[in-house]
């Protein structure tokens, strides 16, 4: 049964930073992707980073290019999501998920079926 389970959220000044963290366990697919997925009050969830496991390649959505930073410990099935220069527009519930099915979506190319419960990201002074 795959489980994921974030780590990391606060509450930060603006400015601040963050570092989100993803484990994951009980997954054996040889090519998948994890991403990280946010979701602000009243609004729609965005995607805002992934990771694909088999090269390593990123993607970044635009409001976050420069100042977030995805990354990877194979060892531990860890992915980390390190957030600098928070603004308020960053507060949300963050998830992760993971992708299995290959669909050339903008997202690492996978489509994401399994989530974790979501850690609160709060920007305020």
């Known amino acids: 049964q795959v489980q994921l389970v974030e780590s990391g959220g606060g509450l930060v000044q603006p400015g601040g930073s963050l570092r989100l963290s993803c484990a994951a366990s009980?997954?054996?697919?040889?090519?998948?992707?994890i991403g990280w997925f946010r979701q602000a009050p009243g609004k729609e969830r965005e995607g805002v980073s992934c990771?694909?496991?088999?090269?390593?390649?990123?993607y970044y959505t635009d409001s976050v290019k420069g100042r977030f930073t995805i990354s990877r410990d194979i060892a531990k099935n860890t992915v980390y999501l390190q957030m600098n220069s928070l603004k308020r527009e960053d507060t949300a519930v963050y998830y992760c998920?993971?992708?299995?099915?290959?669909?050339?979506?903008?997202?690492?190319?996978?489509?994401?079926?399994?989530w974790g419960q979501g850690t609160q990201v709060t920007v305020s002074s």
């Open positions: 998920a993971i992708g299995a099915f290959y669909s050339g979506s903008i997202y690492c190319g996978y489509e994401y079926d399994r």
């Open positions: 009980g997954f054996t697919f040889d090519n998948y992707a």
């Open positions: 990771i694909s496991s088999s090269d390593g390649s990123t």
